[in-house]
């Protein structure tokens, strides 16, 4: 498959959200959430509040944010955070349209995020994974990120 790599534009709002959505059945906090606890939150599923997530990824470093396409078509996206007095990089959210997948261009993404805060002359880079995600569990190693630790989460309904 041939595409490229780009800045986000704003008109790519809509398709990475949709993407967003598709991409983290099963593998988003927000997701866990409502199926551990049970039924929506503040009148909203989890749908919505991850893909307010999107939102606020393109509030905090549009510049930072970039866009798989082929043919005019959104593939995949990575998003990205710069703390510069840290010089840290961070990626937020990672995600490939399901008829674009194991083709690479997860892969490929990581690598343009990375070389991104190389630019920036960050000096290191981190990326979360929920361990519901098998997919991520294998990418992130295998593109040169090590395990640090692990996190539990926990929530009760009020």
């Known amino acids: ?9 704003e008109g790519d ?8 959505i598709e991409g983290f059945v099963g593998v988003s ?3 866990s959430l409502e199926e551990k606890l049970g039924g929506e939150f503040g009148g909203h ?21 970039f866009v798989a396409e082929a043919d005019g078509s959104v593939l995949g996206y990575i998003s990205s955070m710069i703390d ?11 995600a490939v349209a399901p008829d674009a997948r194991g083709q690479g261009l997860g892969r490929a993404l990581i690598e343009y995020a990375l070389d991104y805060f190389r ?11 929920m361990e519901s995600n098998p997919i991520g569990q ?15 989460h926990y929530a009760q309904r009020l």
């Not at 709002?13 to 967003?20: G, V």
């Not at 294998?138 to 539990?152: H, S």
Request: hydrophobic share 35%.
């Open 1 to 9: 498959m041939k595409y490229c790599i780009r800045k986000y534009k």
């Open 84 to 94: 510069r007095e840290a010089g840290k990089g961070r990626i937020p959210n990672l």
């Open 119 to 129: 630019s920036e002359k960050l000096e290191y880079a981190v990326i979360e994974t």
């Open 29 to 31: 906090l927000d997701h």
């Open 45 to 65: 599923d989890w749908r919505w509040r991850k893909a307010r997530h999107i939102d606020e990824d393109v509030a905090a470093n549009s510049e930072g944010l």
């Open 13 to 20: 709002l809509e398709a990475i959200k949709t993407i967003t």
């Open 138 to 152: 294998t990418l992130y190693p295998e593109t040169g990120f090590q395990e640090i630790a692990r996190q539990v």
